[in-house]
């Protein structure tokens, strides 16, 4: 028995044009339902599975190790210093030296931010927590450690009395005899509260907020 193959084309088309319509409709219809099974296919993966990706590397990019070597830059180490000047984004300059004159020029620029804002609460606890150690509750210099060390002066003394915010603000932050530093320990804006709890509720003092100077912002 003989097959023989029939070409079947609408009446009065020639073979070129049945070819061109064939060739057609594999470019315009078969290519974009390949391309559509292949997408679906790639994003089909399980959970377990990674899906089929076109061109990785840019998902997921190889990155140095920290102290790994480099290539790259000039000195082959990966961890660079920071550019000469840089500072992180939550510091705050101060102007100041330590010492006495530094001090008092500090109390004659700086001004609290809080001001007369009662910051009642949150500077007494924080007063509580490092202050009172020493300077006592009540601010007298009677604090659990004060018999170890030399008597801090009490804030209602006349000395202290006299002492602008800005000082204490000083104080605080460089440290003064045997007192250490405690700006690692108080943030700026804590500082100025400890301030304004002391020289409201331990001074009985009373003032009004002023524009702030280099520094004292909280």
């Given at each position: 028995m003989k097959l023989i193959a029939l070409s079947i084309r609408p009446v009065g088309s020639s073979a070129s044009e049945c070819c061109c319509r064939n060739r057609a409709?594999?470019?315009?219809?078969?290519?974009?339902?390949?391309?559509?099974?292949?997408?679906?296919?790639?994003?089909?993966?399980?959970?377990?599975?990674?899906?089929?990706?076109?061109?990785?590397?840019?998902?997921?990019?190889?990155?140095?190790?920290?102290?790994?070597?480099?290539?790259?830059?000039?000195?082959?180490?990966?961890?660079?210093?920071?550019?000469?000047?840089?500072?992180?984004?939550?510091?705050?300059?101060?102007?100041?030296?330590?010492?006495?004159?530094?001090?008092?020029?500090?109390?004659?620029?700086?001004?609290?931010?809080?001001?007369?804002?009662?910051?009642?609460?949150?500077?007494?606890a924080l007063y509580e927590t490092y202050c009172a150690v020493c300077h006592g509750v009540s601010g007298e210099g009677n604090g659990p450690i004060a018999e170890k060390i030399p008597h801090p002066p009490s804030f209602k003394s006349d000395r202290l009395l006299q002492f602008e915010p800005g000082r204490f603000f000083h104080v605080i932050t460089m440290g003064s005899r045997k007192m250490p530093s405690y700006a690692a320990q108080l943030s700026a804006s804590e500082r100025w509260k400890v301030i304004a709890y002391v020289r409201r509720s331990l001074q009985g003092l009373q003032e009004e907020p002023t524009p702030l100077r280099s520094g004292a912002r909280p």
């Amino acid at each position: 028995m003989k097959l023989i193959a029939l070409s079947i084309r609408p009446v009065g088309s020639s073979a070129s044009e049945c070819c061109c319509r064939n060739r057609a409709f594999i470019l315009f219809g078969w290519v974009p339902l390949m391309l559509v099974v292949l997408v679906s296919w790639g994003c089909g993966a399980r959970s377990q599975q990674r899906s089929f990706e076109y061109m990785p590397d840019m998902v997921r990019d190889p990155a140095y190790k920290a102290f790994a070597p480099n290539l790259v830059t000039r000195d082959g180490l990966t961890m660079q210093h920071p550019v000469a000047g840089t500072i992180s984004r939550d510091y705050q300059p101060f102007h100041y030296g330590a010492g006495e004159q530094e001090a008092v020029r500090a109390g004659m620029e700086l001004r609290n931010p809080y001001g007369a804002i009662d910051q009642t609460q949150d500077g007494k606890a924080l007063y509580e927590t490092y202050c009172a150690v020493c300077h006592g509750v009540s601010g007298e210099g009677n604090g659990p450690i004060a018999e170890k060390i030399p008597h801090p002066p009490s804030f209602k003394s006349d000395r202290l009395l006299q002492f602008e915010p800005g000082r204490f603000f000083h104080v605080i932050t460089m440290g003064s005899r045997k007192m250490p530093s405690y700006a690692a320990q108080l943030s700026a804006s804590e500082r100025w509260k400890v301030i304004a709890y002391v020289r409201r509720s331990l001074q009985g003092l009373q003032e009004e907020p002023t524009p702030l100077r280099s520094g004292a912002r909280p």
